[in-house]
């Protein structure tokens, strides 16, 4: 069975009320929703997380 990932966004700090989940064939498939997610349910803008934000977010994405 092939690997894939997922991210939800309930298991962010802070987004415990929010429902939603992504799941990809890969890593950068899942960074690219988790941003469009952020964009749209969050009104986020990807570019402005630094480093350490990102290093969290990592962190959260898991192999199914």
């Known amino acids: 069975m092939?690997?894939?990932y997922s991210y939800a966004c309930k298991d962010?700090?802070?987004m415990e009320e929010c429902p939603g989940k992504v799941i990809a064939?890969?890593?950068d498939e899942?960074?690219?929703?988790?941003?469009?997610?952020?964009?749209v349910a969050h009104g986020e803008?990807?570019?402005?997380?630094?480093?350490?934000?990102r290093t969290y977010l990592e962190s959260l994405i898991r192999e199914e």
Not at 30 to 39: D, M, S
Not at 47 to 52: I, K, R
């Open 2 to 4: 092939a690997t894939a």
């Open 12 to 14: 962010c700090e802070g």
């Open 25 to 27: 064939a890969t890593k």
């Open 30 to 39: 899942v960074w690219k929703l988790i941003e469009l997610h952020a964009a």
């Open 45 to 53: 803008d990807a570019a402005d997380w630094d480093a350490e934000t």
